[in-house]
Structures are given as structure tokens and as C-alpha cells.
């Protein structure tokens, strides 16, 4: 199971939000690139990133801060924020980022999902970021009537790489995550699952190890391992173990 350690830009800067609230932002470097670069020291295999002001504002914003980062780093990149159109996704796979993340875009146009998916295969993830079982949409300030599961669904013939499922109630709060309802997705569809939010200890990490069978291949973490409650070490031994089917 993959970790992705998690850099979210806004400003220009490496913040935490909470709940996806952008007036509770925590800034943890004003250095992107620098983080980054520490994240593949630590012996992580991939990044995370968001462009946070791009989510909102429907474009790219924070594109020199992502620029800095494929720079810096070998490791491969998935990103998302403000990617709502095929110029955009080849711009930026363009770039070297790896996958790229459409939210906001698998709703409000699926066809360009299904037509990047066929353009450029393994390289396209759905983020489906859920409040209340119903998916958020324009960086999370738009509850959709969309339920999470029928959207993960909508993609299944389509060759998504990946459906990252974040649960907005716990993310950036520390209070553990949501492992039912995550494990619950992925057992009910093909793609494989990237669960993100609320991850708070290792305890979490074994949780969700444990039900590494039902499909889920990675999960994004963030505030966690910036404060030191999770050590790159101990969470990549975790997630790296073999356990033995039951």
C-alpha cells in the first residue's frame, strides 16, 4: 500500500486546511519544492499535491509552485486543483506530472474523464472528496445532490487509474479515519481506492492495512505527518507489511 504524503498550495505556500476551509489554513513551509524534496529523502515513493486556489478558481494558480516541485524531485507526482479541461490535463502531464486529478471535472463533465482516460491510459484519477455521502465539488464549497458511491461507479468501464475518495468531515481535524466507509467503497467497485483524510496515528494506518484486501491500494496523508504524529519510518514499514489473508 502506498503512502502519499500530501502538499496542498496556497499562496504559493505549503499549508493545511481544515475541512477543506481555507480560512483555517496552517502554513508548514513556505518552500514547496523544499518539502517535497524532504518527502523523497524520507523514502516516500510518490507525491500528493493540490492546488488549492486552482480548486476554487477553476484554473491553475500555484503553477510555478508545482513547476519548482517536478523540478526537485524524481518521484512521481498526482495532481489536482483547477484541472477542468483537456488543455490543462495535456499541459500538465506535459510538465512530468504522472496522474492527474479531476474532481469538480468528473461531475460536471464526465465526458472529459472518459476521453482523457482514453487519451492517456493509467494516468487520469477521480477524486471524489464526500461530506454526508454526497460529493463536494468547486474545492469543496458546493455539496452536489451526487451520491459517492454512484459516481465511482459512473467510471467503472472508463479505465480510471485510481478513485481518491476524501472524506471532508475528518480531513485536516486528526480525529482518525473513516476506514468503514472507505473499505466499504472499494469493496463495491473495481477501480482501485486512495483513501485520504483523517488520518491521525499509525493505529490508523493499521486499520486501514488490514483492509488492504477489499481494495484499497494507498491513502494520502497530510497534517499528520507534518506534526510528527505519524514518522515516515514507522508509517512506510506499517503499509509495506505483508498480512496474511484471514
Given amino acids: 500500500m502506498i503512502l ?20 483555517q489554513a496552517t502554513v508548514f513551509s513556505q518552500d514547496p519544492a523544499a518539502q517535497a524534496r524532504a518527502f523523497e529523502t524520507q523514502g ?3 507525491l500528493h499535491i493540490v492546488d488549492l486556489n486552482g480548486a476554487f478558481a477553476g484554473r491553475p494558480v500555484n503553477a510555478s509552485a508545482v513547476e519548482a516541485i517536478l523540478a526537485a524531485v524524481k518521484l512521481p507526482v498526482q495532481l489536482g486543483g483547477g484541472i477542468r479541461d483537456m488543455a490543462t490535463i495535456e499541459a500538465w502531464l506535459g510538465h512530468g506530472v504522472r496522474r492527474v486529478i479531476l474532481g469538480t ?18 494516468r487520469i ?12 465539488i468547486e474545492g469543496w464549497a458546493q455539496t452536489s445532490s451526487l451520491a459517492t458511491l454512484d459516481l465511482a461507479r459512473a467510471f467503472e ?6 478513485i481518491i475518495h476524501t472524506d471532508i468531515e475528518r480531513d485536516g481535524v486528526l480525529c482518525g479515519m473513516n476506514v468503514a466507509a472507505t473499505a466499504e467503497l472499494a469493496r463495491a467497485i473495481k477501480t482501485p481506492v486512495i ?20 481494495g484499497i491500494v494507498g491513502v494520502v496523508c497530510g497534517r499528520a ?22
Fill in 105 to 122: 471535472a468528473a461531475v460536471k463533465t464526465p465526458s472529459l474523464v472518459r476521453e482523457a482516460c482514453q487519451r492517456f491510459p493509467g
Fill in 4 to 23: 502519499f504524503p500530501a502538499i496542498d498550495l496556497k499562496d504559493g505556500a505549503c499549508v493545511r486546511l481544515v475541512q477543506g476551509d481555507m480560512a
Fill in 225 to 246: 505527518l507534518y506534526d510528527g504524529r505519524i514518522e515516515a519510518k514507522v508509517a512506510l514499514r506499517i503499509l509495506g507489511e505483508t498480512i496474511p489473508p484471514p
Fill in 195 to 214: 483513501a485520504s483524510g483523517g488520518v491521525s496515528s499509525h493505529d490508523d494506518l493499521r486499520r486501514l492495512k488490514a483492509e488492504e484486501g477489499s
Fill in 44 to 46: 516516500f515513493e510518490w
Fill in 125 to 136: 484519477a477521480v477524486g471524489i472528496d464526500a461530506r454526508g455521502g454526497r460529493v463536494a
Fill in 157 to 162: 468501464d472508463a479505465g480510471v487509474a485510481a
